[in-house]
């Protein structure tokens, strides 16, 4: 494209001519991912798309700062106490996380607050009881 935009053209009108006679000309025909759906098309909005699809391209993982990889270990555990078998393996379960939970209270984490209590084992296991209930 090295044709100039003539006077008194709106650039928006300039920009839309020149893509129309490329498509006439067929100059976008052998591009590569033609016919193929946009990545990411549809999704909301991500300004860390870039990063994270490097991420992926390179096969390489960033660890989360501790306290969100013991949200979600935590998150995790109540889902293992959903459908654990017994009140045993429930109990254990939540003992588990709480332990790790009371230790990351105890000592300071850099990354974001933690906002984790320990979790009442005895409402852990009304709750599994409840969902065990026909």
Not at 39 to 48: F, N, Q, R, S, V
Not at 54 to 67: A, M, V
Not at 97 to 109: P, Q, Y
Not at 126 to 134: A, F, I, K, V, Y
């Amino acid at each position: 494209m090295t044709e100039r935009k003539p006077p008194g053209v709106s650039f928006e009108s300039f920009v839309d001519a020149q893509i129309r006679e490329a498509m006439e000309r067929g100059a976008f025909d052998d591009l590569p991912g033609a016919g193929k759906p946009i990545p990411g098309a549809g999704k909301p909005y991500d300004e860390l798309w870039w990063v994270k699809q490097k991420l992926r391209e390179e096969n390489l993982s960033f660890p989360l700062p501790r306290t969100l990889a013991l949200r979600k270990e935590a998150e995790e555990a109540l889902v293992a106490a959903a459908r654990a078998r017994s009140e045993g393996e429930v109990r254990q379960i939540v003992a588990d996380i709480n332990e790790k939970i009371v230790e990351a209270i105890r000592k300071a984490a850099s990354g974001p607050p933690l906002n984790l209590m320990p979790f009442d084992v005895d409402d852990v296991v009304r709750r599994w009881r409840e969902g065990r209930e026909p």
